[in-house]
T-cell receptor, first 113, second 110 residues
Framework: DAGVTQSPTHLIKTRGQQVTLRCSPKSGHDTVSWYQQALGQGPQFIFQYYEEEERQRGNFPDRFSGHQFPNYSSELNVNALLLGDSALYLC????????????FGPGTRLTVL | RKEVEQDPGPFNVPEGATVAFNCTYSNSASQSFFWYRQDCRKEPKLLMSVYSSGNEDGRFTAQLNRASQYISLLIRDSKLSDSATYLCVVNIFGNEKLTFGTGTRLTIIP
């Protein structure tokens, strides 16, 4: 039973660039949530995708956008990267929109120089 | 005020000791409560859910006080492998997001 997978593992970008992170949910799950974890902080909710639509959004600017595909996998896009976007980006999958049982992937560590 | 507040530590505790973590939350509409464990540079993993009646899983005991909006985690007979960051997590019923505290870092000393 495959768990949540994310790619790439690590990524280095420069300010102003754009990045796309990818997530495949746990087998049987249909909902994907994205979180940003800065060093020394807890994860912060970015947004959630269910039925290919953004269902709820945290306090993040429009530079952060996403997409969910028919196979439930998801992408997180960040435009016009800032130094402060350097963080661990975590994808969590669940079954159903309001499920609080979320399983996290290993994350993508983004460094912006 | 932060939605979920934890003492960031670090807590340095000798092996075999008992250690307790506390957490407070600000939204009285919160319905689900959890403790997650996060090892260095790894993803958070669910340690246990927290129920009003309190619950125990081996050496770990979690308790919830709704009146005081307070959650606790007790680890007995601590092991070296318990060294990690412990995250207090809250979910408002029907809400899609999990709200995390900043985490409490625990190091068990041999």
């Amino acid at each position: 039973d495959a768990g949540v997978t994310q790619s790439p593992t690590h990524l280095i970008k420069t300010r102003g660039q754009q990045v796309t992170l990818r997530c495949s949910p746990k087998s049987g799950h249909d909902t994907v949530s994205w979180y940003q974890q800065a060093l020394g902080q807890g994860p912060q909710f970015i947004f959630q995708y269910y039925e290919e639509e953004e269902r709820q959004r945290g306090n993040f600017p429009d530079r952060f956008s996403g997409h969910q595909f028919p196979n439930y996998s998801s992408e997180l896009n960040v435009n016009a990267l800032l130094l402060g976007d350097s963080a661990l980006y975590l994808c969590a999958s669940s079954l159903g929109r309001a499920s609080d049982t979320q399983y996290f992937g290993p994350g993508t560590r983004l460094t912006v120089l | 005020r932060k939605e979920v507040e934890q003492d960031p530590g670090p807590f340095n505790v000798p092996e075999g000791a008992t250690v307790a973590f506390n957490c407070t939350y600000s939204n009285s509409a919160s319905q689900s409560f959890f403790w997650y464990r996060q090892d260095c540079r790894k993803e958070p993993k669910l340690l246990m859910s927290v129920y009003s009646s309190g619950n125990e899983d081996g050496r770990f005991t979690a308790q919830l006080n709704r009146a005081s909006q307070y959650i606790s985690l007790l680890i007995r007979d601590s092991k070296l492998s318990d060294s990690a960051t412990y995250l207090c997590v809250v979910n408002i019923f029907g809400n899609e997001k999990l709200t995390f505290g900043t985490g409490t870092r625990l190091t068990i000393i041999p």
